[in-house]
Nanobody, 125 residues
Framework: QVKPVESGGGLVQAGGSLRLSCVAS????????MAWFRQAPGKEREFVSA????????HYTDSVKGRFTISRDNAKNTVYLQMNSLKPEDTAVYYC??????????????????WGQGTQVTVSS
């Protein structure tokens, strides 16, 4: 069973940057499509970004395009989310998720088989 663990969250001022990491134990991540979702208080979990197993296909939600970059290092079993120009509306718990398929609706959380516990990102104005 894949058990991803997120890290890198924290408190940052608007305009600042953070890099989130998702490291898995139990199985290599190189076989999986990986994604980042986020959930703000009182809101539903929403898609942020996804990357296929070899990085050949990358997707972003419109609100983060040009500011966030997803990447992966399969040798380190790690997926990253570089977040620049952060805004207060980016405040949320960020989760990484994975699935052993790439013919999926990347934005649908129900497509993913495993999830991490999340890391809090707070952007102050």
């Amino acid at each position: 069973q894949v058990k991803p663990v997120e890290s890198g969250g924290g408190l940052v001022q608007a305009g600042g940057s953070l890099r989130l990491s998702c490291v898995a134990s139990g199985r290599t991540l190189s076989l999986y499509t990986m994604a980042w979702f986020r959930q703000a208080p009182g809101k539903e979990r929403e898609f942020v970004s996804a990357i296929t197993y070899n990085g050949g296909s990358i997707h972003y939600t419109d609100s983060v395009k040009g500011r966030f970059t997803i990447s992966r290092d399969n040798a380190k079993n790690t997926v990253y989310l570089q977040m620049n120009s952060l805004k207060p509306e980016d405040t949320a718990v960020y989760y990484c998720a994975g699935v052993a398929n790439y013919y999926i609706d990347f934005k649908d959380a129900r497509e993913y088989d495993f999830w991490g516990q999340g890391t809090q990102v707070t952007v102050s104005s």
